[in-house]
């Protein structure tokens, strides 16, 4: 059987749980001076694997089951690669009112701003919204003018880990996240192309794939 890898943050949660079992999730977070959000991830990867078990209305108890170990790599084994789909790119440049039509076209959460297919910035529903609630014209406003702009997108790369696409997500309230080649520009900078995307829905259908490969 493979030997796991956990985080420290991990073995601390695990320590935690064997010592005051049962134990909420709210008092794991207060001992360890974070937020439940911030634990989610964590306590998520701990029970799949089966080295936790949650108890509803009761807590987190101490289960180590016999698999969990290899259940643990195969999931650490899938890369970002493995589960992106494409991205929905747009120009800057494109109307407020393009843009939500291409949302709603393409059936996504999030667009992505590219400029040749380099990665400059990201518009959700959410800002779509809060514009449509003012008065401005929709019509003439260009996309640009709301996105969020790099250097504060986040993201990751092919090869990274489908798990810690997972937790970005959920630490950082996304819907998605760009996948993205480093490259170098005409003068030699590094910049992030886009190859991809990762979303909540591409995460379900992989907890699907494995039940449906248990």
């Known amino acids: 059987m493979s030997t796991i890898k956990l985080s420290p943050r991990q073995e601390k949660i695990i320590k935690l749980v064997k010592d005051n079992a049962p134990i909420t999730s709210e008092k794991l977070a207060s001992r360890l001076s974070v937020t439940r959000a911030a634990l989610r991830p964590d306590l998520a990867i701990l029970t799949m694997t089966g080295i936790l078990e949650a108890k509803p209305k009761v807590g987190y108890i101490y289960s180590k089951k016999p ?17 992106m789909s494409k991205p929905v790119i747009v120009d800057e440049n494109t109307t407020v009112y393009d843009a939500i039509v291409y949302l709603f076209l393409n059936d996504v959460g999030t667009l992505f701003i590219g400029d040749k297919g380099i990665l400059v910035g990201a ?53 998605s996240l760009p996948v993205v080649e480093k490259i170098r520009d ?22 699907v794939k494995i039940g449906e490969n248990k």
């Open 67 to 83: 698999s969990y170990s290899l259940i643990y790599d195969y999931i650490m084994d899938i890369k970002v690669k493995d589960i």
């Open 186 to 207: 005409s003068l030699n900078n590094e910049v992030l192309k886009i190859v991809g995307k990762v979303s909540k829905t591409n995460i379900t259908r992989l907890f």
């Open 123 to 175: 518009v959700s529903r959410k800002d779509f919204l809060k514009i449509a609630i003012g008065s401005t014209d929709m019509h003439k406003i260009p996309v640009g003018i709301i996105m969020t702009r790099m250097p504060n997108i986040i993201f990751v790369e092919k090869n990274d880990v489908a798990y810690l696409a997972a937790k970005k997500i959920m630490e950082h309230e996304v819907d």
